[in-house]
């Protein structure tokens, strides 16, 4: 069991550090710019990050809705299609940077942590609105003086923007210092709100906020990455869903759309009923993948 997380966080920092390894970009306050910006990586990973190699999936879909000179590009839709329909929300726990950020904030002791939320099924909703809101109908119908769309999510609430590009520009910069006004503010506010609640909460912005997760999510009931049950195996202990921190029953709904594949129910399960791999449709199973 400590092996495989010890695999996990291996995983998303080597992939974090990958994807944002533009060390010159650090250290001068310059965001590379190079060709491999054109291709999208799958998590969230800001465009300005200084040491961003790749473009974030969400923001190059913002760009291109917003874009009246662009018009609808197949590869950043298909893209997303793509990554969802294999992967689905195994990204969310394994690929993305400020997935592995909430993680190791929860990591720090408090006084008590906060594992059932009020409202929960509520909440999880807003991250939907979100999309719907900010991500497609910002860019598509509010548009600034010049007739463009506006990146509604970028600009005024996503945090991985704001910890990843923001901050660490306006440290190496004393011309973007005396740039900054009320929106980067406002956004560090957003940040500061989201890394308090991620010490008390697991992953509260996967939860209940990130519109990528969302897309992602959408594609979990039937992505070929996906858990299964045996059920001559599992005796019904809800060890699974004891474990989940982010409250799934797993064995009623493994391939529930919140579930991250973090594999900490696979680790707690006495039985070993619960097994994760591909699906392969001419044989109607899964090709298992578990280590």
Do not use: H
């Amino acid at each position: 069991m400590v092996d495989r997380i010890k695999n996990r966080f291996i995983v998303q920092l080597g992939f974090s550090a990958i994807t944002n390894g533009y060390i010159k970009g650090y250290l001068n306050g310059i965001i590379y710019t190079g060709k491999s910006k054109y291709l999208c990586v799958p998590g969230l990973s800001c465009y300005s990050c200084p040491g961003a190699l790749g473009s974030c999936p969400l923001g190059s879909l913002q760009s291109m809705l917003a874009s009246r000179d662009i018009g609808f590009t197949f590869y950043v839709t298909g893209f997303l299609f793509a990554i969802g329909a294999i992967f689905g929300r195994f990204v969310c726990g394994w690929l993305c940077p400020f997935g592995l950020f909430q993680d190791l904030l929860y990591k720090i002791p408090f006084i008590k942590k906060v594992k059932v939320v009020k409202a929960d099924s509520l909440l999880k909703l807003i991250k939907y609105l979100i999309l719907i809101i900010f991500v497609i109908i910002f860019p598509l119908f509010v548009l600034d003086l010049i007739g463009q769309g506006q990146t509604g999510f970028c600009k005024w609430i996503c945090p991985a923007g704001t910890l990843m590009a923001g901050w660490p520009l306006a440290i190496v910069s004393e011309g973007i210092r005396n740039a900054l006004g009320y929106l980067f503010a406002w956004k560090s506010i957003v940040l500061i709100l989201i890394i308090i609640l991620s010490i008390i909460i697991y992953r509260p912005f996967c939860r209940y906020i990130c519109p990528l997760g969302a897309i992602y999510g959408l594609f979990n009931p039937f992505a070929f990455y996906r858990y299964t049950i045996d059920n001559s195996k599992c005796t019904g202990c809800q060890s699974c869903a004891k474990i989940c921190r982010l409250g799934i029953s797993v064995y009623d709904t493994p391939n529930s759309m919140e579930c991250i594949r973090c594999g900490d129910c696979i680790n707690a399960c006495p039985s070993q009923a619960i097994k994760r791999g591909l699906r392969d449709k001419r044989i109607g199973c899964i090709i298992d993948g578990q280590e």
